[in-house]
């Protein structure tokens, strides 16, 4: 299927690795010209290096900084010469119990998951109005619906960003103008943060992280992680011509793990 994005550009926020990168590739596949943003300028330089030979014809533009920083987000705003399509994201917050979080530890996460891709979307959803298309990706997490206690910092700020983005997708000024917000909610992936967090669980239980591992296998249905490919593929329909009249929602990509109808 054509998703008809040729030519397009986006900004696809921390995409050195892991489902940012996965995004970025599928983005690049189409066509599309990509402002890829890290903090680590090595691994970025990397990617690019990567993305670029997947499609000759698309421009892949780097830019190294934290984006949950104003200079951050200004510089790769910069950097793309009109964002039609948006993919916020960045590191999810540390686990931990909620009785050793302080003001500090939440104005953190708030800032990374929250409120940088609002300050994003705020920077570029009128644009994308004006010129009649724009498609805004987020990338929260399956804890979104299926909180899990030792996320307590992830669930509360992803938690703010969905409410935000339920109400401002169905404005008529964005959605009668072929702008759509949606979310991607990801259970677990073969990624960098994944291979972090159960070498956590390991050290926390005392198992060897291979069990750890499979035994958080065995707990998804479809008995394997996904990869940033897939996801990477579910973020390009999004973005695609096609799914202009999808928006609010809210997708879980879990290979089954959620285990309710709806
Ligand atoms: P990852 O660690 O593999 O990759 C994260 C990428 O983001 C890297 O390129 C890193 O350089 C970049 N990055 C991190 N913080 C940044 C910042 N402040 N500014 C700029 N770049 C930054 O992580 P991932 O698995 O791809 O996860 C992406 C997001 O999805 C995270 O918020 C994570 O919590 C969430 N998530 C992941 C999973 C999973 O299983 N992988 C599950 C649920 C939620």
Request: charged share 20%; hydrophobic share 45%.
């Amino acid at each position: 299927m054509d998703l008809g994005i040729t030519g397009k550009w986006a900004l696809v926020c921390a995409a050195s690795k892991g489902l940012g990168r996965g995004c970025a590739a599928a983005l690049v596949q189409e066509g599309v010209h990509v402002v890829i943003t890290a903090r680590g300028e090595e691994a970025l330089r990397h990617a690019a290096v990567e993305l670029k030979a997947l499609n000759r014809a698309s421009s892949v533009r780097t830019v190294v900084g934290d984006i949950t920083t104003p200079e951050g987000r200004a510089a790769a705003l910069a950097a793309c010469p009109q964002v039609d399509i948006l993919v916020t994201n960045a590191g999810g917050p540390p686990p931990g119990d909620f009785r050793q979080w302080d003001r500090d530890a939440w104005i953190a996460a708030l800032d990374a998951n929250m409120l940088t891709p609002i300050e994003l979307i705020r920077a570029t959803v009128d644009a994308m109005a004006d010129r009649g298309f724009g498609r805004v990706i987020n990338i929260t997490s399956a804890a979104v619906k299926a909180p899990n206690d030792i996320l307590g910092l992830s669930n509360g700020a992803r938690s703010g960003l969905t409410g935000f983005v339920a109400g401002i997708a169905r404005q008529p000024r964005l959605a009668g103008r072929n702008v759509t917000i949606n979310n991607l909610l990801p259970g677990p992936f073969d990624t960098d943060r994944l291979r972090t967090t159960l070498a956590g669980a390991a050290a926390r239980s005392g198992q060897p992280v291979e069990a750890v591992a499979e035994q958080r296998r065995k707990g998804v249905p479809a008995q394997r992680f996904g990869t940033p490919e897939e996801f990477g593929a579910a973020c390009a329909f999004l973005a695609s011509q096609q799914a202009g009249f999808i928006t609010g929602q809210n997708w879980l990509i879990d290979g089954g793990g959620f285990p309710g109808t709806f």
